[in-house]
């Protein structure tokens, strides 16, 4: 299973500030005392992600809330099938309830759109990335669930690799000018510039970047700089991107490109349909 974000915790926390507020005022109709358990089910084939952040919903508003998980991140789950029980207070359950579904739908649904994917480049060499059109203030969350689905993360953020895009390059001057401009300014980490045409192609490859992303080349493009990349600089990776679909990224992987990156798994997301039925005890 992949490593879990630093930032989890805070997540959680600022998801549970939203939800409660100054308090659950609904949860206050029941007694304290009374004492709940109940089962998460999932009611459609996905892949499961999420468990560590409902669990800590859970922990953050009470540690007796205790759960007992039947699948873990990264697996796939059926319909009706048993995700997770639990048991404890109902109160805290309660208030929880929304918080612990929202990051279970959510991060489900993006790992189980990014194992779509995956599977489809399959017994090519080529992998499927992610980009940063990420939920605002989830991107850490929603890099974990893509790992789960089979994908690799791109870059995290602004910080730990450069990509160069077409303003960069206006601004620098060319191609080669804004490459060498990233070398000086950002010595050590990967760079990465977008192009978009044969021609700014061979100009980049002139320069050898660590990536060159292929912007809304057609398959024929793509194959073409596939051919001329391993002519003239092997080592250079090739990434294709722009509205790439489901339907089509098997075909563009098998022109040879190291990498498909595809925005839609994180930015596109529909929520994997599941819910919490609960059973109050009695003494």
């Known amino acids: 299973m992949p490593e879990l974000p630093s930032d989890l915790r805070l997540q959680v926390a600022a998801a549970l500030r939203e939800d409660l507020g100054a308090g659950d005022v609904t949860a206050a109709l029941v007694p304290a005392t009374q004492t709940v358990r109940g089962h998460i089910v999932t009611r459609e084939e996905a892949v499961l992600c999420g468990s560590a952040w409902a669990a800590e919903t859970f922990r953050q508003l009470d540690a007796a809330v205790r759960l007992s998980w039947h699948a873990a991140d990264g697996e796939r789950v059926r319909p009706e099938q048993v995700l997770c029980e639990l048991a404890g207070p109902a109160r805290p359950v309660l208030s929880g309830e929304r918080t612990a579904l929202n990051f279970l739908q959510l991060l489900s649904g993006t790992a189980t759109a990014t194992r779509a994917y995956a599977e489809a480049v399959a017994g090519t060499h080529c992998q499927i990335l992610d980009t940063r059109k990420t939920l605002p203030g989830l991107r850490s969350a929603q890099k974990y669930a893509v790992r789960c689905g089979g994908a690799r993360n791109h870059r995290l953020g602004l910080f730990d690799q450069v990509l160069i895009k077409e303003n960069h390059i206006v601004a620098a001057g060319s191609i080669s000018a804004a490459l060498a401009a990233a070398r000086h300014a950002a010595s050590g980490l990967r760079v990465e510039v977008e192009v978009e045409n044969l021609a700014e192609l061979r100009e980049a490859l002139a320069a050898a970047p660590d990536i060159i992303l292929l912007d809304d080349f057609t398959l024929e493009d793509l194959r073409a700089a596939v051919q001329l990349r391993n002519a003239q600089a092997a080592a250079v990776q090739l990434e294709a991107s722009g509205s790439v679909s ?12 190291d990498y498909v990156s595809v925005g839609s ?3 596109h997301v529909r929520a994997v349909d599941l819910s919490l039925r609960l059973e109050f005890e009695t003494r």
């Open 265 to 267: 798994i994180t930015k």
């Open 246 to 257: 489901l339907e089509g990224v098997r075909a563009v992987a098998q022109t040879g490109v």
